[in-house]
């Protein structure tokens, strides 16, 4: 069976972070041991299901974590809403059928403990839009996904103006740690429990956004 590829319907998944917003020079002051939220806005162009979509943190120390909005926190824009953000194509979902792709907005807050490690300094917290899936090859799906992520950070680094390693060893080594989690608040309870299994991939799909925490310093008499 032969499939002629120019006439399907072919988008590639976006999505932009649309809050919080870089706070370099206004970092945000937080209890050194308490929780505090960060409520997270963002767009995901070009999606037929929001099931897999993360919310990714990177914190110091390469640590990256990945928070699962419940459903009901993504909602579907409408062709004019989709007009007014950042994406000034047809909408993708006029004349759309059940099952086609979509635009979708997600308004949701995640929950983060701070870290001593951070110390008294302000810690870069890296904020992105992912999306997991279930790959049809596990072994060649997750090399080619680390393949990609490690190309778009090396040329991140020589848009900056960093130096990059081209041994393979390098490569890993800057390579973060992934850690899938459930987080306990009620507000980020998962209903799906395919996602934390560990042949699940992920793909970065929006820009990351730089947040920055200051850890108050609390005295005692």
Known sequence: MQINLR??????IRAQVMRPLPNRDTPLEVH?????????????????DTTGVAVQ????QNVVRLYYPPPDHFTLMED??????????????????????????LRTSIEI?????????????GITLTRSFQPDLVGHDEFICRFAQDVV?????????GETSSSS????????????????????DRTSNALTEQSQSTLEISKSTS???????TYSK
């Open 80 to 105: 004019d809403q989709v007009l007014n953000t950042k994406d000034k194509k047809k909408p993708a979902h006029q004349g759309a059928t059940p099952g086609s792709s979509r635009t979708y907005r």
């Open 32 to 48: 050194p041991t308490f929780p505090f939220l960060i409520h997270v806005e963002g767009v995901i162009h070009h999606i037929s």
């Open 57 to 60: 943190v990177s914190f110091p």
């Open 7 to 12: 006439n399907l319907d072919l988008n590639r």
């Open 169 to 188: 060893s390098a490569s890993a080594s800057r390579r973060p740690q992934q850690l899938s989690l459930q987080p306990s608040v009620e507000t980020m």
């Open 211 to 217: 947040y920055f925490i200051t850890r108050q310093r």
């Open 153 to 161: 950070t090396e040329k991140r680094q020589k848009a900056e103006g």
């Open 113 to 125: 403990y701070p870290d001593a490690a951070w110390g008294y300094t302000a810690a870069e917290l």
